[in-house]
């Protein structure tokens, strides 16, 4: 079956560092890939996404490219800052299977400090 | 405003005292589900719908019930809670089921059962 494996956390960094968050992930059919952050207290909202080999997904800062070849959808920023800190889900979308359950990652841990 | 609301946001209850979490969407989405959130498991998807009077198990639905009986509500139904579904809980919906939609999640219902 469908399966995404992210890097465990917590990844700590100071503000301004660069960040990269692993996602691999296995799928039948062609998926479409997310990243979901979770800030404390409150529900999963979309970061970016991409629906198709190549693309990229950009948003505040953030991004992440799908790559067929690899398997991957790593996430990057150039400059975290202390409000990104917060839980991110790597998760797929799969067309292909005969039932449609998206499949989330175990989450990875951000925790920025000043 | 666009959101999906969920009651209540806690709660802490006793075994086999049957509970019901509301779930409740205001963008005419088709699609609904429900999610639990465990430390070191990420998100596990307990039931899912696909439009009125239409409901189907997801990863995890033993031990809950669904009804979908309006399409902007999906209720979660513990019939008879047990302690291994402490757990924090959520609601989504998205536009359908097609593999590039959004979710859109609740804030959460941490649910505690002694």
């Known amino acids: 079956g469908d399966s995404v494996t992210q890097m465990e956390g917590p990844v700590t960094l100071s503000e301004e560092a660069f960040l990269t968050i692993n996602c691999t992930y296995t799928a039948t059919g062609y998926p479409s890939l997310f990243w979901y952050v979770q800030y404390p207290g409150e529900g999963l909202q979309l970061l970016l996404k991409a629906t198709k080999a190549d693309d990229k997904g950009s948003n505040k800062g953030f991004e992440a490219t799908y790559r067929k070849e690899t398997t991957s959808f790593h996430l990057e920023k150039g400059s975290v800052q202390v409000s990104d800190s917060a839980v991110y889900f790597c998760a797929l979308s799969d067309k292909g299977g005969g039932s449609y359950i998206p499949t989330f990652g175990r989450g990875t841990s951000l925790i920025v400090h000043p | 405003e666009a959101q999906v609301t969920q009651n209540p946001r806690y709660l802490i209850t006793v075994t086999g005292k049957k509970l019901t979490v509301t779930c409740s969407q205001n963008m005419n989405h088709e699609y609904m589900s429900w999610y639990r959130q465990d430390p070191g498991l990420g998100l596990r998807q307990i039931y899912y719908?696909?439009?009125?009077?239409?409901?189907d198990k997801g990863d995890v639905p033993e031990g809950y019930k669904v009804s979908r009986k309006e399409k902007r509500n999906f209720p979660l139904i513990l019939e008879s809670p047990s302690p291994n579904q402490t757990s924090l809980y959520f609601c989504?919906?998205?536009?359908?089921?097609?593999?590039?939609?959004?979710?859109?999640f609740g804030p959460g219902t941490r649910l505690t059962v002694l």
């Open positions: 989504a919906s998205s536009f359908s089921r097609g593999s590039a939609d959004t979710q859109y």
């Open positions: 719908s696909m439009n009125v009077e239409v409901t």
